[in-house]
């Protein structure tokens, strides 16, 4: 579940960049798109718990950790931009 679940958020940042073409910016909108779903969809679904029921210093690297993860998506796409298209010449 949770690759299905952090791999389709990666196809939400290249829509963003193609969208934006801001990388950054658009790392940080993932990862605020991410967070808020974390913390509000999933403990509705009953399948995380509300973020009032951390402590502060696990939502902080909660979120350190989520912001790696949309830097490095944007590194990823950026990297990999243009590398599976197919020239006929």
Do not use: Q
């Amino acid at each position: 579940m949770h690759w299905v679940y952090g791999t389709s958020w990666g196809a939400l940042y290249g829509i963003l960049e193609e969208s934006l073409h801001r990388p950054v910016a658009s790392a940080v909108a993932l990862t605020s798109a991410v967070m808020a779903f974390y913390y509000s969809v999933l403990p509705a679904m009953k399948l995380n718990e509300p973020p009032w029921k951390y402590p502060a210093a696990t939502l902080a690297k909660d979120c350190a950790n989520h912001l790696v993860y949309g830097l490095s998506v944007a590194a990823a796409y950026r990297a990999l931009d243009g590398a599976f298209s197919y020239d006929s010449d």
